[in-house]
């Protein structure tokens, strides 16, 4: 959406390639500014978004700006300042553990170069140790930690099936970046089940008040499993990136929420609900 508006502005046509089963919510941020949204059918391996991208640069000239670091650039540029921010909040300290959801990797490598270079600069003693959640419908970047693969021979996750539909990266992209820094800072890469993803989301929402979509909540679900694991103490101080709005994925928080009672204005009709 940040593309198709940056695009209105400067007067720009704009081009987005999405998933074909994006949800609506998503899809109505990037039309509303004018952008040319088209859907990209699966058809072999890897993400047809990413080759319908690849063909628009090859073929007709135009300018790539996808999410991924491998096409883009800026994009850990920008994403390494979050890490900024928050060392500069936690009065110039790193938290023991950063959480982050992921995809393709991306956001994880532009975090790690923000706390590397922090570490280089004296700005900070040590780095956090960085973790990678994926869906487990769609890990591929996680099976290439675990299993211990060169990031460039991990192969690409076939049919990805999970309910936060922003982490289907089916190649991770920017592997390459995010497994060596998941490595250097003695973190880890885990999967988490699409039953933990909502119930994350439920919870965030329930205690923090912060409505994410189920893509954003897969940090906070890799968290509880974690813990539960041993892998991170409960005294430790973690950083959870809640990466997603919930707005974006309205449908999946209609499916597993309850639909309210509808009363009369009566005060026994009031009493009797209360009771339930």
């Known amino acids: 959406a940040a593309l198709s508006a940056y695009s209105a502005k400067g007067g720009i046509e704009c081009y987005a390639f999405v998933p074909d089963d994006a949800p609506e919510g998503k899809l109505a941020q990037l039309s509303i500014y004018g952008a040319n949204v088209i859907k990209g059918k699966p058809k072999g391996t890897g993400d047809p978004t990413y080759k319908l991208m690849r063909m628009g640069f090859e073929n007709f000239g135009w300018h790539p700006v996808p999410s991924g670091g491998a096409f883009n650039p800026y994009q850990p540029e920008g994403s390494k300042t979050i890490s900024y921010e928050i060392c500069e909040q936690l009065d110039w300290n790193s938290p ?82 995010a497994i060596p820094a998941i490595k250097r800072s003695g973190g880890v890469a885990e999967a988490v089940s699409c039953d933990d ?24 679900a890799g968290l509880i499993k974690l813990v539960e694991e041993g892998s991170i103490d409960k005294s430790d101080q973690v950083v959870v990136q809640v990466t997603g709005g919930g707005l974006k994925d309205q449908e999946v928080a209609i499916e597993i929420t309850e639909r309210p009672p509808s009363i009369e204005p009566e005060l026994n009709q009031l009493r009797e609900l209360i009771k339930k």
Do not use: H, M
């Open 96 to 177: 023991d553990w950063v959480l982050t959801p992921v995809g393709a990797g991306t956001l994880l490598s532009g975090n790690a170069k923000g706390y590397f270079e922090f570490e280089d600069l004296g700005f900070i003693d040590e780095v956090p140790k960085l973790g990678g959640i994926q869906a487990s419908g769609c890990a591929p970047l996680v099976r290439g930690f675990k299993e211990d693969i060169e990031p460039s021979e991990i192969p690409c996750w076939e049919n990805p099936d999970t309910v936060a539909g922003g982490l289907i990266d089916p190649y991770p992209w920017d592997a390459d970046t």
């Open 197 to 220: 993803i909502l119930s994350a989301e439920k919870l965030l929402a329930k205690t923090e008040g912060i409505f994410a979509e189920p893509s954003g909540a897969a940090g906070l």
